[in-house]
């Protein structure tokens, strides 16, 4: 298994027990959770070096979501500890009609304060294979969004193949900023991963056949997406989409497309009984950056991805805790859930 | 928004964790919950001056009765503090193919031993413009029969808009008492909410239609008891009714009928994943009485009251706590459970 | 009501709360389970006498498993208390895609270390009208397998129905050795209970129709198995098989087939929300017992073993809690789930 | 070990977790509580028989209640189903200067709507060595009185030893009541139990010796009652006192007299930290029931005693589940706390 | 009872359960405190229209703070909504040597952004007997400093006591800067809180007598250290101290002081067993507002403040949840913590 | 910081919720403890590569006891991972007078079945300045005795210093199997910690002054002890005690002696009130290295060792949490426990 590295923020996530209001709740459970991080968690249980690179602030609770990350195997050790706080997201989770809610506690967070110049790159990059960054980590700061190209451009030059999740936020930049500074991200990515909306709010392209009537549909809208991007983006090697077919907070369909200049494949559709969504899309990407990293071709890479994110839903928290072993059997077509003794 | 009042009992609600039987818990979920109680906190968290009329016993429960109905907005500054005690059901929450079951232990308490003229109605509804009662309260003893009586004749000089829910509890009286009382307590309803069976046994109007085939028969069943109630009841304004499709303790169906004169309106149809069903009546109540005072028409208020209790099955204990912005985004017809960040 | 016994092994039980992996917990729901245990605690909430026969050790832990079990009705006045340990098994509960996982720790057992000749068998079984045991308890040691046969026999001279599920476990014994022993152990059998690949496993029984392509073949490969059964077996006089359709860990169909050389009876179906599948078969067993040993009829016994078994599903636990009168319900029909009140 | 029999009500005690007010908890932890529940379970620790007899209601409560008495090894096969309801009390925990708070909501519960008569004593006290109740039984109500007295006169007629504990409430009745009442019970009372409060308030019996103003003042004001008491009652046998000196609700002195018309024993004193008090003073009986069954002499049955309710302190619920082992090397002196591997 | 009035930030106090580290939970207590809403909660308690002046963001956090305030019964409708955040704290809590640790994350939070103008005083002080805030609110911020003023300024005209409790806070300003804004904030007040610390970060005011060496010595500075402060600030016309004497986070010894130019008392001294040391000192203020609007004389109202604050150490959470009844009781000599049945 | 190595078994420990007994819970709270792991969880808390040696399965037992001390920054990558099962320890916390209860279930774990050869000590100790064991390694097995015999070899050839804890447990051996084995073990030992009943169990080596009547007594016993044993024990340089006087399970004094061929030192003393001291005289063993290895006089390392212990007993669980500054200021004299802010 290979080295592998993530870059971004961990936010401390306080989720009210089971499907509670804050109003309701005496306690909030606490985990930690962020894009990179989640990606990063992943790939350690799929057995790689998973390191993750950030900041987090030098009190309590920044060794606090260290211990937590290093207890699910990643490789903390290069996170800087400086700045005044880590973000907090604050979570309802939703049932049936009623969706999920986040409340973000983030702003001025110890990553969001991060300057260029400030993460040695070339000590926290070594011997890795693969970087990973999503585009929330350059919408935090200006600073942030420095050190992200600087990562990038670094992994680049050390040889890493690197990965980049669009994951556009509105509350956190607008889509012009975000066009700007994406545009300049893609230029390292060699697999990008997005939703349908990323690619409008952030490069402003569309699929051109109309409001999806039917499934069929549905997934010609995402490879006119998919053209566009590889024909804009020459220096994306592929783009991936998970597929999210939202029947309510409580069940929804699932599957996914991969796709580069030579073809594309769909993996097969999951329907899913949600236990937690959130970090979905993370495991998404860790399933593709394993699946590419040992060589799959495109149409094993989208049934190993597709298959670790269905996965993910059935797990409380951000991250995918799903083994090899679980994710290989069901990319296999073992879903029916018979107890493993 | 406007002031409104609703009057009956609050129980204390004991409930065994997921979905234990009480031999296996060691702890019981403690809430509140009562039909126009429950009623009075889904108005409150809808905005308006949510004032609820009742009997609780000077002591430590009663005191902590008070207090979670106060934390949700509602206004208890006239609840009359007498009697012995609050009245309790135990509740082991059902799955699948087993129903939820409830045990009542509601004898003697303090809102039962209520008798006429105890009470300073004209205080107690000041400034409101409506009031809104269940066939639970006069069902407890000829004394708070009596006093339900009073309240309505007190909101109907005082100004206000009625709304009954018939809610028959054979536990609590006879078809023949619950005949003789709730005509009386027409008499003073502007808005009449209930279930088909509820009709059959306190009033006698059953459906002509036979036992229902298929979907349109059951609707059919509907308009059938709907139209001989307002031909009886020449007084009553309007009357619904939320259409339970039960699949399972898990699983239910769930659409309105709204009803008056000039004509009729269903709401759309939900497919829900129960969280908790216990007082989905009551918030449909409150999403029917909201939507009636805010001047919806019978289109627009059929359409929130089955989208305010479609929610409600969401929630952990009896009171909906869905917000005015779900309800009319779900109204609206996103049901697709997205997280909302 | 009937005196009953069951003799077998049973475990500390240590789940994850909720869907929890084992690092994502900081505490471990403790309940016993173990076929036979599961066995005759639902019987004795279907009201019989229920008596389980074991070996559990003489410590704490092994006060707690008897405690536990006497407060679900079961006589435990025969159970032997020696050996060195009682057995464990930690459990993750699956959800959606994702199967349950078991892990075992039960070698060296006080069960396991049962020697023949060291039970009273005489004492355990006066007055009792049915014996039930599992291809389990032969499985853990030589010693009891042993011991097992001497029950059995015991049980035939002492004038008791028989029952075994073959339960065939493969972390246990070969399927040789099993095949060995339970050919001993059917020649004691009355009512045999078996899945498909218990069948295969423990005596190369196989359905001759090639794999299902639709419901109807399920069903005729169920009969062609039963058929072989009861041709090989001239001792055994009816068999019985609970049909697990497994679409998730979270959805299952269930119902149930009965044959004996007389015919056979399938039961309804049920579509179920799984709240915990564990010890479905066993109460599957219970509910047979019970209907056999009030006389129901074929159709009659499979039906209510099936609605018996549909239930458990419902609850936290190995143990199917159901009410005499909640099977009853569901057997006649009613799954819809409605509160009772 | 002996067939021992007890007499009296129980009820479930809802407590909040920890110090917390009601007004703080979600859950409230239930147990199952009653003086004479309270020594069956403490004397079926101790290896006797231990049978509970008493009344309460035929639904899911009243199976609970029994579910976990036969779970702490209690005989309940001879209680009766009948009337409406469980008793409950309510209680906050109260932590050093703070005491405890009991809410009672035991009015009309089946044990005080039990009639004379309605008994069959002759079955319940079958083999009974001992008999014991205390002065809440026939507070309930003037029909538990009359069983009471029922059930006192069929035990001295079957050659039961009888024990009472005056339990002075005086919520459930007045002082001259009482005093009427418990002077006909103190005729069928071999072994009293009583505080220095129950005597006064009682039967009027005061020390002679003004308010304590040391510790040696304080042992003789008890050994003052102690022989009003014998030298009033010619019936009873020997007296005793559990001698608490309350420090705080966290820390209480704790010591023991038993006295008859031969001589008095004090036990040694101990100090303790408070887990739970409630519940001491039954758990002292039952540690003097044993102490005298098995045939100690009276320092050695005031040192079990003592030793034996000590111990309760440090339990949760109103129950020592206290081992005769434990108890006996506290007696014995070992009261170090040391960890036992 | 009297409307009383306080001013401050409540911040959102996350705590592990029991003793923990972070590392090893998975769950945080939620609850809400601050100096000033401590204050508005005890008084709520003790009976008084507790209204509560401050600044909450209008997100769902900021909701969840007032209704939590609300149910404790305190007037919210003057809080302003807006700003970004609600301030949160971290807890662990200490035991035995080692204390309790707080890690705060409070920056930026909606009452720190506050502007002088922003609040409406005249409507919030309307009819108010009293005004209570602390060194803390100004502290935050110059804006809240400048608030701060404006609030004692207008609460003086409008004819209300006022009342300060230094509570110096180091990680928010410097002694200098405290000293110049704490000097003008004096200018404004009647009642003067401080602990020995605080007057010597503050104001450089320190005892003459050099460090304690006895009981004797420690009540000795303590008074002049009160002599300082009334002579240098004429216009407070009492100052008060709540002596803690620390032996470790579990027990602490407890007593007060309370001081004018006529003299002066001592309370009584308590050993208290700590369930909760945060917010003793808010409780103390609470307890002292009560005693002076009800009319104590000195000896009375410090006696009451000690009873009062050594109730609080009994409860989790910030607040004083004692009830008039409790805090009299032990004011008048009653700490043995006997059950209150 | 040194990098640090220990060698011994963890086990998995399973403990009843506050003081709970396993009949009363219906889970455990599930943390992994063992000597010698205890040790290296304390060094690493005060910043020391502390690396653990030892045999776990291979199963998701195994991995979770990784995970959970990886994540209290252990390193664990020279695991051995193999053999059957993880040891298991079932744990009742006991309060006052009452004991704490530990049931074992550690035989035929994987660390037991470990053979000498298996281990690869020349990895597993690269670069260590320090090695520790216990008596409890040796007595597992023949097999984990001769391993430990080759650890210590190898640690001293390596050029760490070695630490070796009696911690004799009559439960794994005998006191004379005990002496043998240990009389090796010590000829590789530095450093000796010991309790005075080890020392009698292991090398028949006792006190001469007899049973102490006076806590000078206590301290001249403890000496005579050392004396002896580094008089017979040449190869040894320092022995180590804490000194345990337990008053109860809630309470205990607690201070330490170190001791060399040129003099002694006695700790402060505290008296502590007890949340878990389980692991006490481990995180002595931790305090002690640290001191040493730091360069400590013989006064300063058992103070710190002392204070060090001393705030184990704050803290759940078997490991210390304790930082390095926490200890650092209790050793200074500062236990008052105030809130760290």
Chains 1, 2, 3, 4, 5, 6 share one sequence.
Not at 189 to 204: I, N, R, Y
Request: charged residues 25%; proline residues 2%; glycine residues 10%.
């Amino acid at each position: 298994m290979a080295t592998v590295t993530t870059f971004g923020e961990v936010m401390l996530r306080l989720k009210t027990p089971g499907f509670g209001r804050f109003v309701q709740t005496k306690e909030l459970e606490a985990t930690f959770g962020g894009g990179e991080a989640n990606v990063a968690v992943s790939l350690a249980q799929l057995g790689h070096q998973s390191r993750w690179i950030s900041v987090v602030p030098k009190n309590a609770i920044g060794d606090w979501a260290l211990a937590e990350l290093r207890k699910l195997g990643v490789d903390v050790s290069h996170v800087s500890r400086r700045g005044e706080r880590l973000g907090i997201y604050f979570l309802e989770a939703g049932a049936s009609q009623r969706p999920s809610q986040v409340v973000y506690d983030r702003a001025r967070s110890s990553m969001s304060a991060l300057k260029p110049g400030e993460l040695d790159w070339a000590t926290a990059l070594a011997g890795a294979k693969w970087f990973h960054t999503t585009g929330i980590t350059p919408a935090l700061s200006d600073g942030s969004a420095a050190a992200t190209l600087e990562g990038l451009a670094a992994a680049k030059r050390q040889g890493s193949t690197t990965s980049v999740d669009l994951n556009y936020r509105q509350k956190l930049w607008s889509s012009k900023r975000a066009g700007e500074v994406m545009a300049e991200v893609v230029r390292f990515t060699d697999v990008l991963v997005a939703s349908e909306e990323d690619c409008e709010q952030v490069f402003g392209i569309k699929p051109r056949t109309p409001e999806p009537k039917s499934g069929t549909q549905v997934r010609e809208r995402y490879l006119e997406v998919a053209d566009q991007v590889l024909e804009r983006f020459t220096g994306v090697w592929c783009i991936a989409f998970a597929l999210r077919d939202s029947h309510s907070a409580s069940k929804t369909g699932w599957s996914a497309l991969l796709a580069d200049r030579q073809g594309h494949a769909f993996s097969k559709s999951y329907e899913i009984n949600v236990v937690d969504r959130v970090g979905a899309g993370d495991s998404f990407v860790a399933g593709l950056v394993h699946a590419l990293l040992v060589g799959r071709d495109q149409r094993a890479a989208v049934e190993f991805a597709a298959a670790a994110s269905a996965l993910k839903h059935s797990f409380h928290g951000d991250a995918n805790l799903a083994t090899l072993d679980e994710i290989e059997r069901l990319a296999a077509g073992d879903g029916s859930g018979r107890v493993q003794r």
